[in-house]
């Protein structure tokens, strides 16, 4: 296997083909913010529930603007066509079914499609950000994540342990190993990444999941 | 009218006990000139409504180790790890709403809306304790108006009537804080004279606004500034 | 007793008095409107539930501007400082509490301060504007209206015979012959219109009133 | 993605029985061309939600001539006598909304807010059948969100990516229309190249609208004319 970061970047590329033409997208923090680079920027409006649609990347990191930042709080530029909103009306978008496709990170994902990306048992739950917006709102969710947490565990589980973000389900998984997507309710697999192996994925993974090569949404 | 004031007088309008809505998301649109005056301020038992708590010893994080602060409502608070510290010895309330939760609760408290019902929060941690109701076959959530007796507030430019307009993604939660609060403090980069801000691009009108304070402390590439 | 015109001109004239200097205010429709050429225009800010703030008067009558109106649909002039919102902007304004005084006319008043001024019982109801808004947000309300119907019967009645529009209560009424006030839910008459007596203010309410003349609010 | 078309292409979205959206404070704001389309369309049992139903045999008046109109939900129809006479004769349906309310309502249908508590019209005939909350001691009404399959909006100027701006008070329900339907076309005066509409004085972002057409019946001082 490689480097985390050479992980992040093949997930966050293989995320990048996800998008289509034209559509409204909020990126989550971590991985999902690495997709922007893959993206062809003139067919893809990025939002961020700061306040801005057309969120552009940074070309020059040294010349950035501090009046400018994503969710991450990580300077970014502004597209031609950019337009800047409150914080009421930037998720009034996203709650209202106005933002196409919304890539999150997750810290688990079960055979269910719900996801848990905000809090960890036991521990002080200190943040939750826009996470539960994008959940109840986004038309499409894409979880980008690594296969395994660090400890080698698998983050496809059966179902959740850890408090989930949503009941509504999530529409596809992308890990470093797999592309997922939810058919029916049913979890299926439908692409390999490069050089991965079946068994590599099943060894990995302890949800249930059919194997369906075709994809039928798309 | 004469709304401009110093940081020192408008100040004056925060008591003990108040709750007091605080604009910005992290550092950026923050009306750090007022924070920085509110924590030389004799006051304490503060809730603050603000979507994060400063960093650590940064911002709103000096009023929290202060021990100003009694409770605060907000959405990220992982940014300062002295929240949790707080939190945990009993010093400190917390209210973790989902950011478009309290954003519309902001927005609903300045509008008149006593609550609203939203999907958001459905079935989670956050929802426990909360009345669900269904509408249109799904499920939302109740939730209750958030507002405040002073709100600080950072724009681009004021007039001197107070209509203000923003910069970039320094817009963030400032103008619905504008409308939620008795008292409404506007932190400005620059003042001009009436008419020099183009009526359709006024983003919030005067009548929100009860005091100017022009900034003394910015944010720049290099960090927080005196300018 | 002149001519209807007139009586209206003198109350919109008195009524402007009310104003407290740089206050907010929304005017109705009818006697409310003709209040702004009375008041000073440095000093008070004219709002528009249409989505205006910063109304002015119109100078030249057939140089108006077909895109700038205010509630009645009538032309309009934009005061230095003004500013444009829509719709639910502008009824949040009224609605959270911003709007300090609204100047509203009325089919009935009565003492105990509840109004009616937007349904006749028998006929179709078929518009309500932003009356009820008005009444539920604004700060202050003042009441401009004839004191009595075409048929000479009373406006200033014991109880509201039309339907209401708020349970929230008005508190100042002018009319050409007094102006009214509620001070601790008692209706007082403050004032006598010039050249008035009480007799005939008597003469015309069926409200209970009491007399008060100095002014306990203002 | 090009987004401009002609007021017959777009008008192929409304089918019979859908409800509809329409701008404008009577006329001013109103899309007047998109209308015009809308009466040569072979629909029926349509629901109009409007502040307005325009004026006797003028623009949704002409509509309600047609008796395409099942249902007419707006705060003001006293505008246009004929909506009486339709009523009575039990060929139109009224439902009458306080205009804040009726705001709000489309701006919570835009917003994914299912229902809300509003203190207008609690206790009037509007209330009746409503349910009544208290909420910190006061009373507020119930009400839900509104949505459409379709709006007809009007705006000054458009970008071909479909950022929206306004002019002066024809603004009025246009811009929360544009959030609150399935199928959102705006008519408007001019088109430009996006980057020719300032980022921050941008009201409608480009992602609520579906189609643009440019108008060919504007309202000027002489009335309704064609340009």
């Given at each position: 296997?490689?480097?985390?970061k050479?992980?992040?970047?093949?997930?966050?590329q293989r995320?990048?083909?996800e998008?289509?033409?034209?559509a409204?997208v909020?990126?989550?923090?971590?991985?999902?913010t690495?997709?922007?680079?893959y993206?062809d920027s003139?067919k893809?409006?990025?939002?961020?529930?700061?306040?801005?649609?057309g969120?552009?990347e940074?070309?020059?990191p040294?010349n950035?603007d501090?009046?400018?930042v994503n969710?991450?709080k990580?300077p970014?530029?502004?597209?031609?066509?950019?337009?800047?909103f409150?914080?009421a009306?930037?998720f009034a978008m996203i709650?209202?079914g106005h933002?196409?496709?919304?890539?999150?990170?997750a810290?688990?994902?079960?055979?269910?499609g719900?996801?848990?990306n905000?809090?960890?048992?036991?521990?002080n739950?200190?943040?939750v950000?826009g996470a539960?917006?994008?959940?109840?709102g986004?038309k499409?969710i894409?979880?980008?994540?690594?296969?395994?947490?660090k400890?080698?565990e698998p983050?496809?589980?059966?179902?959740?342990t850890y408090?989930?973000t949503?009941?509504?389900?999530?529409?596809t998984?992308?890990?470093?190993?797999a592309?997922f997507?939810?058919?029916?309710d049913r979890?299926?697999l439908i692409?390999?990444?490069?050089?991965?192996?079946l068994?590599e994925?099943?060894?990995?993974?302890?949800?249930?999941y059919?194997?369906n090569?075709?994809?039928e949404?798309? | 009218?004469?709304?401009?004031?110093?940081?020192?007088?408008?100040?004056?309008?925060?008591k003990s006990?108040?709750?007091?809505m605080?604009?910005?998301?992290g550092l950026?649109g923050?009306?750090?000139t007022l924070?920085?005056?509110l924590?030389r301020q004799?006051?304490?038992g503060?809730?603050?409504?603000?979507n994060n708590?400063g960093e650590?010893?940064k911002g709103?994080g000096?009023?929290?180790?202060q021990g100003?602060?009694?409770k605060?409502?907000?959405s990220?608070?992982?940014?300062n790890?002295?929240?949790?510290?707080?939190?945990?010895?009993?010093k400190?309330?917390?209210?973790?709403m989902?950011q478009?939760?309290?954003s519309?609760?902001?927005?609903a408290g300045g509008a008149?809306i006593?609550?609203?019902?939203?999907k958001?929060?459905?079935?989670?941690e956050?929802a426990k304790?909360?009345?669900?109701?269904?509408?249109n076959?799904?499920?939302y959530?109740y939730e209750e108006?958030l507002?405040a007796?002073?709100a600080?507030i950072?724009?681009q430019?004021a007039d001197t009537?107070?209509?203000?307009?923003?910069?970039k993604?320094?817009?963030n939660?400032?103008?619905?804080m504008?409308?939620a609060a008795?008292?409404?403090?506007?932190e400005?980069?620059?003042i001009?004279?009436?008419?020099e801000?183009?009526?359709?691009e006024?983003?919030?009108?005067?009548?929100y606004?009860d005091a100017i304070?022009?900034?003394?402390l910015?944010?720049?590439?290099?960090g927080?500034v005196?300018?």
């Amino acid at each position: 296997m490689n480097t985390l970061k050479d992980v992040q970047e093949l997930i966050a590329q293989r995320a990048a083909q996800e998008i289509t033409p034209f559509a409204t997208v909020n990126l989550g923090i971590g991985i999902p913010t690495l997709i922007a680079k893959y993206a062809d920027s003139d067919k893809v409006f990025f939002h961020t529930e700061n306040g801005m649609l057309g969120v552009g990347e940074l070309k020059h990191p040294s010349n950035f603007d501090p009046g400018l930042v994503n969710a991450g709080k990580l300077p970014v530029a502004e597209e031609t066509g950019a337009s800047y909103f409150h914080s009421a009306d930037s998720f009034a978008m996203i709650r209202g079914g106005h933002v196409e496709m919304a890539f999150l990170g997750a810290l688990q994902v079960d055979e269910s499609g719900f996801i848990a990306n905000w809090a960890v048992p036991g521990k002080n739950i200190m943040g939750v950000g826009g996470a539960m917006d994008l959940l109840s709102g986004a038309k499409k969710i894409i979880i980008t994540t690594n296969h395994c947490t660090k400890n080698g565990e698998p983050k496809l589980v059966k179902s959740c342990t850890y408090p989930i973000t949503s009941t509504r389900k999530v529409n596809t998984i992308i890990t470093e190993l797999a592309v997922f997507e939810f058919v029916n309710d049913r979890l299926k697999l439908i692409e390999l990444m490069p050089g991965v192996t079946l068994e590599e994925v099943a060894r990995n993974t302890e949800a249930d999941y059919e194997i369906n090569w075709r994809k039928e949404s798309k | 009218m004469d709304k401009i004031r110093t940081a020192e007088e408008v100040m004056q309008n925060v008591k003990s006990g108040d709750t007091i809505m605080v604009g910005g998301f992290g550092l950026v649109g923050a009306p750090l000139t007022l924070i920085d005056e509110l924590t030389r301020q004799e006051v304490n038992g503060l809730t603050i409504i603000s979507n994060n708590l400063g960093e650590a010893g940064k911002g709103l994080g000096i009023l929290l180790r202060q021990g100003k602060i009694k409770k605060a409502i907000g959405s990220y608070f992982t940014s300062n790890r002295e929240v949790g510290d707080h939190f945990n010895i009993g010093k400190l309330e917390i209210q973790l709403m989902p950011q478009g939760t309290m954003s519309e609760s902001i927005r609903a408290g300045g509008a008149g809306i006593g609550a609203y019902y939203t999907k958001t929060g459905v079935g989670t941690e956050l929802a426990k304790g909360k009345e669900v109701r269904v509408i249109n076959d799904e499920n939302y959530l109740y939730e209750e108006a958030l507002k405040a007796n002073v709100a600080l507030i950072k724009a681009q430019k004021a007039d001197t009537l107070g209509n203000l307009i923003y910069y970039k993604t320094t817009r963030n939660f400032n103008p619905i804080m504008a409308t939620a609060a008795d008292y409404v403090i506007a932190e400005v980069d620059e003042i001009v004279e009436p008419g020099e801000l183009l009526p359709e691009e006024i983003v919030t009108p005067h009548l929100y606004i009860d005091a100017i304070v022009k900034s003394k402390l910015i944010l720049t590439r290099e960090g927080v500034v005196e300018r």
